[in-house]
């Protein structure tokens, strides 16, 4: 058949051109791999840091890194000198050519597929980058270690990790009560979910000298039935602004909302509270602060 | 129809005016992006030191894997839809219909819960597990279509495919209640289908596996044809239909699970370039395949070059960007649809 001879050699033109495109800039890329020194720039103290995480923007902040950070995530909002930084995208989806004409000497980042991929692409273009885990307290102190000894602030880095343990300790000490609150940590009331017992805020809740109104649950974040809302004896209800802007007008909705459930010693005895979350649960230097905080709220007479 | 009539010399001719426009329309999305760069000066190479040529690191290292990765996974969605199409002979039929999409949600989920464990392989597992979720998934459909119910049709097979999309789905569900909060939105991202940088020698390896398998479609196009008439016709005329089924199938499976390891799940190009090659160019397949390739490819490259820009530095994910132009250019499709294409040639 005519008709299907032309086609199978147009098809296999099609491919051929493809394929040596392909080829082409694997070759391209393979030389650039073998021409191109690991790193340049100064290794033990790199002079142009991007950080791709608030947190992480946060410790390089107090490290007093502050002219060498270039670049940082949308979502680094504090202190704020970093919204004065050059943004690379938004935390959940780093922009890698964003980060590419930063010229980066140190690119940091947090271990997550969307940021593994970008932290990947880069190492594959030969830039140093630091990935960290960072999703517990005791992820902290290690965490700040490494950005300090990657950046050539060690000792910075040991200092800021004093500050921060004496503050957690002195805090913990401080709200050591023998009577520990139920405290009900709400994530979002409609529908209504809560931490459960295998997550951070309850880390950060034992230290405030309470205990998690949920007892432990393979589920981090439940949904929760009326029933168990009526019978987890809650004495205070923290809510997580889902917005900085509208706390005033979310404790007015949180009032109406809880006032169904009477019974509950938080709502008959007023106890309701809705926090800003980017500085108390914020994974960071200010931890100390926000555990402050969060104990003089479940605390208070 | 005389003037969709389709001859050898009328599709190399489409064909290649629709590869030359593939290629500029590569390059402009590959000179488009959130940093102006200078093409002369990336040419130059790399340079000596890290840092050196931001051009070339920009072109070479993140903006042309990234098109090239969409125009691949493009051309293989198109593909698979027109295929599915046709073998279903139902036009609501796209590559994901099959299960293959919860299929590979699933596996792509449990990669990413399973991170930790995974360690240093985590990188790759999503796309492995996401490719053995997808593939897996649609001989599970295969097989629970033509043998649980004992005869082998399209709607047994539709009917498969939709429970065990639920069924799948329903886990995806489950395991994103015991997710925390952080591997929710990874998943979550995940599922709404992203093209990201993958390395070269990735894209490389899996656009010859996707071209090797659209050539395999393109050869048996003649065949897709007699089938669109119907079972019986297409034995009448000497098609052995439950073989070139069976090879459509594997083959637009093939494809499709490649794409989603490597992007996610890219709603609408699979429904609509299809449709809308059909539309200008008419039901043949041995023009509709290739030409649907090229224009899936050409769609989603421009797709991803949106999703990048748009709102700079920050992305969006491509799927929204399919979806939201998708949509509306379906509505159209679907309302002039009963005017304009003749389903069968």
Redesign the interface.
């Known amino acids: 058949m005519?008709?299907?001879?032309?086609?199978?050699v147009?098809?296999?033109v099609?491919?051929i051109?493809?394929?040596a495109a392909?080829?082409g800039?694997?070759r391209?890329?393979y030389?650039?791999q073998c021409?191109?020194?690991?790193?340049?720039?100064n290794k033990q103290q790199p002079q142009r840091i991007v950080s791709l995480a608030p947190n992480i923007t946060e410790i390089l902040f107090k490290l007093g890194l502050d002219d060498k950070i270039i670049a940082v995530s949308?979502d680094c909002d504090w202190p704020l000198e970093a919204l004065d930084k050059k943004?690379?995208?938004?935390f959940?989806?780093p922009?890698?050519?964003?980060v590419?004409?930063c010229?980066?000497?140190l690119v940091i980042t947090l271990w997550?597929?969307?940021q593994?991929?970008?932290a990947?692409?880069l190492k594959?273009?030969?830039?140093r980058v630091l990935t960290l885990r960072l999703?517990k307290i005791e992820e902290l102190e290690p965490a700040i270690e490494k950005i300090g000894s990657a950046t050539g602030q060690s000792k910075q880095a040991k200092k800021l990790i004093n500050i921060i343990n004496m503050q957690l300790k002195q805090s913990e000490q401080k709200f050591n009560t023998p009577t520990k609150p139920r405290v009900l940590w709400v994530?979002q009331p409609e529908p209504l979910r809560v931490a459960g017992g295998n997550t951070f805020i309850t880390e950060l809740l034992e230290l405030a000298g309470a205990q998690n109104a949920i007892s432990s649950t393979?589920?981090?974040?439940?949904?929760l039935s009326t029933e168990e809302l009526l019978t987890c004896q809650a004495d205070v209800i923290i809510q997580a602004a889902m917005n900085k802007e509208t706390i005033e007008s979310q404790k007015q909705e949180s009032m109406v909302f809880w006032s169904k459930y009477k019974n509950l010693p938080a709502v008959r005895n007023n106890r309701i509270y809705v926090v800003d979350p980017d500085t108390i649960l914020r994974l960071g230097p200010r931890i100390g602060q926000g555990l402050e905080q969060i104990g003089q709220i479940i605390h208070q007479p | 129809m005389n003037s969709k009539t389709v001859?050898?010399?009328s599709?190399?001719t489409r064909?290649?005016a629709a590869?030359v426009l593939l290629i500029l329309i590569l390059l402009f999305c590959t000179m488009t992006?959130?940093?102006p760069v200078s093409l002369k000066n990336a040419l130059t190479?790399?340079?000596?030191?890290?840092?050196?040529n931001?051009d070339?690191?920009?072109i070479?290292?993140?903006?042309?894997?990234r098109v090239?990765l969409a125009a691949i996974v493009g051309a293989a969605l198109a593909c698979a839809g027109v295929t599915l199409q046709a073998i279903l002979r139902n036009p609501l039929a796209d590559p994901y219909i099959l299960g293959i999409s919860s299929g590979a949600g699933l596996g792509g989920a449990l990669a990413?819960m399973l991170?930790s464990f995974l360690g240093s392989w985590?990188?790759v597992s999503?796309s492995v597990f996401a490719f053995v979720g997808a593939f897996g998934t649609v001989w599970l459909v295969w097989f629970i279509g033509h043998f649980a119910t004992g005869r082998s049709s399209a709607t047994s097979l539709l009917l498969a495919g939709v429970v065990i999309n639920a069924f799948f789905s329903a886990l995806i569900m489950f395991l994103t209640?015991?997710?925390?909060?952080?591997?929710l939105?990874?998943i979550w991202?995940?599922l709404m289908g992203?093209i990201?940088?993958?390395?070269?020698?990735v894209?490389?390896a899996s656009?010859?596996a996707i071209?090797l398998g659209l050539?395999g479609l393109?050869?048996i196009a003649?065949r897709l044809n007699v089938l669109t008439l119907g079972r019986a016709e297409a034995q009448g005329l000497g098609v052995a239909t439950a073989r070139t089924n069976l090879i459509a199938f594997a083959l637009s499976a093939f494809v499709t699970s490649i794409a989603v390891s490597l992007s996610g799940l890219i709603g609408f190009v699979g429904l609509i370039v299809p449709h809308g090659v059909r539309l200008i160019f008419g039901p043949d397949h041995?023009q509709l395949l290739?030409l649907s390739a090229i224009s899936g490819a050409a769609l989603l490259a421009v797709a991803d070059t949106l999703a990048?820009t748009v709102i700079?530095?920050?992305?969006?994910?491509v799927g929204i960007i399919t979806a939201i132009t998708g949509g509306p250019f379906f509505l159209i499709l679907l309302a002039r649809y009963n005017r304009k294409v003749s389903w069968v040639k």
């Open positions: 005519h008709n299907s001879k032309l086609r199978t147009l098809f296999f099609v491919i051109f493809i394929a392909v080829s800039v694997i391209l890329r030389c650039a021409a191109a020194p690991p790193v340049s720039g949308n943004k690379i995208g938004s959940w989806q922009n890698l050519e964003a590419i004409a010229k980066p000497e997550f597929e969307q593994n991929n970008v990947n692409s594959r273009l030969g830039y999703e994530v393979s589920i981090q974040y439940p949904g | 001859t050898a010399r599709v190399a064909a290649a590869l992006g959130s940093h190479g790399a340079g000596d030191t890290q840092g050196h931001i070339y690191e920009i070479f290292g993140s903006r042309l894997p090239l990413i991170a985590a990188g999503v209640q015991i997710a925390k909060s952080y591997q939105r990874e991202l995940w992203s990201t940088e993958k390395s070269l020698v894209i490389g656009a010859a071209l050539v393109f050869s003649q041995r290739p990048r700079a530095p920050a992305q969006l994910p």
